[in-house]
């Protein structure tokens, strides 16, 4: 059993069969996604796991975005982050408490002080 993998996918809905095998393969625990490419307010869903999302508001296509998907016999809860990148943070409760932080930060993106 793996725990955890972290994927650039290139929008979650073209890649939806490569999910599932991976999950299938690896039993993972805890999957992190950059650029699901989901439009605004929406989500997506994958069987026996939560998911968690930031997606972008301000275009008319569906562009870039975060999700966090945590297994249904994990505790987590979402950490807010307030902030204009794309970022998620999410708390996992094993015995001693893991913070995940899922991040994209598209090549186009300036940054100034």
């Known amino acids: 059993m793996s725990i955890f993998i972290q994927w650039n996918i290139n929008g979650f809905y073209k890649r939806s069969v490569d999910i599932n095998r991976i999950i299938y393969d690896f039993l993972l ?31 008319n296509r569906e562009s870039g975005g ?15 982050i307030y902030s204009i990148l794309e970022i998620i943070a999410t708390l996992i409760k094993f015995q001693k408490h893991l913070c995940i932080c899922t991040i994209y930060i598209p090549d186009s993106k300036t940054f100034t002080k």
């Open 29 to 59: 625990q805890i999957i992190c996604f950059q650029e699901t490419n989901l439009k605004d307010n929406h989500t997506a869903h994958i069987k026996n796991y939560l998911g968690y999302f930031k997606n972008l508001s301000f275009t």
């Open 66 to 80: 975060v999700a966090t998907f945590i297994s249904n016999n994990l505790k987590s809860e979402n950490i807010p």
